[in-house]
């Protein structure tokens, strides 16, 4: 077996492996994707896993679509620069580390980061479109549908949009109900037979984070020991 290495810091770091184990994780806005990944995130270490998230890679707000009100639709696939995502995940697949901005949507009172990605022998590739990108799903080895019901979808929407990125109510329901809500019906619940895993997040996701994370632990006791995987 080829390793996979990472070639931008000095020395190459083995991981036993010719790629990364990707996961795709998937969902409707609100249906607890953030919180589940980050739990995910806290299992491992950072020379373990690595997360590359859609929401890094929104087109500047001047190239943004508005609707008919003069709304900035950003629930849309043409929302997101999809040829810098490809290109920053087959980076990450060829071991080399990245760097990107964050991206603070209407916040003015966040200041960006810069956000640094390391090579690791399992990538999460995390979005609400990372199912309908064809080129990015078919590098997917797992792909995760989180679901939950709409309107615990649109409570959880509220409170980050309002904390998070500094809409008002009357913003955040309006988006939901003419962006993402047909958007998620439109791009987004199609792809859900895709799925390999459907975790519900009605009450809480943790059987389904548990299982996830067994699978991983296991899968990189593997790749230590040098089972071929």
């Known amino acids: 077996m080829i390793p996979f290495q990472s070639q931008n810091q000095g020395k190459s770091i083995l991981f036993g492996m010719e ?7 998937t969902g409707g806005s609100g249906s607890g994707k953030t919180g589940f990944i980050r739990e995910l995130e806290s299992q491992f270490g950072e020379n373990e896993l690595t997360i590359i998230s859609q929401d ?22 043409v929302s997101i620069d999809k040829a810098a995502f490809l290109r920053d995940i087959q980076e990450l697949v ?14 003015e009172e966040a200041t960006p980061k810069t956000l640094h990605f390391r090579p690791a022998p399992i990538l999460i590739v995390e979005g609400l479109f990372v199912f309908h990108f064809r080129k990015i799903r078919r590098l997917m080895d797992l792909k995760v549908f989180l679901h939950a ?3 615990l979808k649109v409570v959880r929407r509220i409170k980050r949009d309002k904390h998070e990125r500094n809409y008002p109510l009357e913003d955040v329901l309006y988006r939901y109900e003419h962006h993402v809500l047909p958007s998620y019906e439109k791009y987004i619940l199609p ?9 519900n997040n009605n009450k809480n996701y943790h059987l389904g984070l548990r299982v996830i994370t067994g699978f991983l632990r296991n899968f990189l006791a593997k790749v230590k020991s040098g089972v071929n995987t």
């Open 191 to 199: 792809h859900k037979d895709k799925a390999d895993i459907i975790i």
């Open 149 to 151: 019901k709409e309107n």
């Open 19 to 25: 790629k990364p184990f990707i996961i795709g994780i």
């Open 56 to 77: 890094d890679y929104y087109k500047p707000r001047t190239q943004q679509k508005k609707d008919k009100k003069g709304v900035i639709n950003f629930d849309r696939p």
């Open 94 to 107: 060829a071991g080399n580390a990245i760097e990107r901005i964050e991206y603070t949507f209407n916040n």
